[in-house]
């Protein structure tokens, strides 16, 4: 392992916060940024040749090594590989966006219904991007493909399992292209660069930023970048980030729970090239007899669908849930803790309080979940690997990337 100087990037020093507020802002090319979908990472199994012996370098160095890549071109081949402890989001997602095919207008090619598979499980993909408006993504399994591809002012989505695609031109009003144009859900990190660009706004007092060695990810040399949490009650371990020792791009991402075991997100490239990719690799013509659904068309049926099902206060999304007045915050740092009260401050069911409540639904609801008691009442706590949320009995919601013992001691906290 070489000889890397692993001096900690905190403290008061200007120039140590001046540059890891310039990583967290350019750390991420446009380019790159919109290939990926929603918590993917594109991961690496690495090199077994050993740890390459580089020269020694700060964290700040790195930092600001990372801070100064103006890598626009690149592809590659990757795999997404993501443990949060629930079950495998993809034939769920899949059979949703089957559902939304139907008479609404839907499409099984839709990328906000596809690509939450990728939330969950191993998956293998193909990437490609040239600049802020060329980007491509490819899910391969053994039977099919699905692609999103973008070329400037067009989005495609193809699913070759189905023979459906899906059409959408991002250049319209301001808010259909924040919206529609996009193949993520807005502020969700998609490649290792944005990734690591989230783990960088946290680099402040409550965080340890490291150099912990060097390693070999896609064929490549590159650092390995530490990022742990200074304070206790966090379910994040550590996060790593192998960055590229020629150009300075993160290639590969690993967020490990504080709780032990196999990492949450593991991700990086297998192979990647900084060569210009190839103009074919942006172009897309729907095969002859593909079905393809318009992004007008997709928004029409989906609000017909809103339309009828929609509840007599017409709640809809977090925002409904919270009354509107969006969520209140509990600490800060790794230890930041989201509290939400729905508007009718009721929480989950109680078979005995409820006879509407069959007992086998409300002993499937309790599955999921521990009993929990404190000052705040009662509630139920809800685990995965990483996030955690505690609702209460009156109807409150206590949620964030901490511990159980930490949601019981906010809601004591609040109770106040």
């Given amino acids: 392992m070489a000889p890397n100087d692993s001096a900690e990037t905190t403290g008061s020093a200007t120039s140590t916060t001046a540059a890891r507020r310039k990583a967290a802002r350019y750390i991420v090319p446009v380019a790159v940024a919109g290939v990926a979908a929603a918590t993917i990472g594109l991961v690496p199994a690495l090199a077994d040749s050993g740890d390459p012996q580089l020269p020694k370098i700060s964290a700040q160095q790195l930092i600001e090594k990372i801070a100064a890549s103006d890598t626009q071109q690149l592809s590659g081949t990757v795999r997404v590989s993501t443990d949060l402890g629930i079950p495998s989001l993809g034939g769920l997602a899949e059979s949703f966006a089957r559902s939304d095919g139907g008479e609404q207008g839907g499409s099984s090619a839709a990328p906000k219904d596809r690509l939450t598979e990728l939330a969950s499980g191993t998956h293998t993909l193909r990437v490609a991007a040239d600049g802020p408006d060329k980007q491509r993504i490819s899910i391969l399994d053994s039977a099919a493909e699905y692609s999103v591809i973008r070329n400037g002012d067009q989005l495609w989505a193809y699913d070759s399992s189905s023979d459906e695609a899906y059409h959408a031109t991002t250049d319209k009003a301001p808010d259909a292209e924040k919206h529609e144009g996009r193949t993520t859900p807005e502020g969700v990190p998609t490649t290792p660069k944005a990734l690591a660009e989230q783990a960088l706004k946290a680099a402040d007092s409550t965080t340890s930023v490291t150099v912990d060695g060097t390693a070999q990810v896609a064929g490549r040399d590159a650092y390995k970048l530490v990022i742990k949490p200074k304070q206790g009650g966090s379910t994040i371990g550590a996060i790593t980030v192998a960055v590229d ?5 993160p290639l590969k991402f690993t967020l490990s ?36 659904t318009e992004a007008d068309e997709a928004k029409a049926g989906k609000q017909a669908e809103k339309n009828v099902g929609q509840g007599p206060e017409g709640l809809t999304g977090l925002d409904g849930f919270a009354g509107g007045g969006g969520a209140k915050v509990i600490g800060e740092g790794w230890g930041t803790i989201h509290v939400i009260e729905s508007p009718g401050a009721k929480g989950l069911p109680a078979a005995e309080k409820n006879a509407d409540v069959p007992p086998a639904a409300q002993q499937f609801l309790d599955s999921f979940g521990d009993k929990v008691t404190g000052k705040f009442g009662s509630g139920t706590v809800f685990k995965t690997r990483l996030v955690n949320a505690l609702m209460t009995d009156d109807g409150k919601v206590y949620v964030g990337a901490v511990t159980k013992d930490a949601l019981v001691k906010a809601a004591d906290s609040a109770a106040h």
């Fill in 245 to 249: 020792a020629k150009n300075g791009v």
């Fill in 257 to 292: 729970p504080s709780g032990g075991g196999k990492a949450v997100i593991d991700a990086g490239f297998t192979s990647v090239d900084f060569a210009r990719p190839a103009a074919s690799s942006f172009t897309f013509t729907p095969p002859k007899g593909t079905k393809v």
